[in-house]
């Protein structure tokens, strides 16, 4: 009987600790994941009929009001990745192509060979 009182007190005091433990652990974890931007990495979805501004940006990852320089080099960036010599599709690099020309304003759209 004497040694089931500290026994018990024991058990107690370390399941107090592991639980306090794991309380803490979850609540870095938590903090992380509030902290983190949500960023999609990737669009789901098909490409529009006719391309829009707001598509073409969003193929070469800048904003629609994007300047000249930023818009080559993310269309740079996205063609190595996607050029058809290095195993690329033929469509999605003629999409990316016209992606960077509706940014830069040299068509209306729609003029994807696909």
Do not use: C
């Amino acid at each position: 009987m004497a040694l089931e009182a500290p026994l018990a007190v024991g058990a107690t005091v370390a399941a107090a600790a592991l639980g306090g433990r794991y309380m803490i652990v979850a609540w870095q974890a938590f903090k992380t994941y509030l902290s983190a931007p949500r960023i999609r990495r990737f669009y789901y979805g098909g490409f529009e009929q006719v391309m829009t501004k707001r598509e073409a940006a969003l193929i070469l990852g800048v904003r629609e009001s994007a300047v000249m320089e930023k818009i080559k080099e993310a269309h740079r960036r996205v063609m190595v990745a996607n050029h058809p010599d290095a195993g690329g599709s033929h469509y999605l690099a003629s999409k990316i192509n016209e992606a960077k020309d509706i940014l830069t304003g040299k068509t209306r759209g729609g003029s994807s060979a696909f």
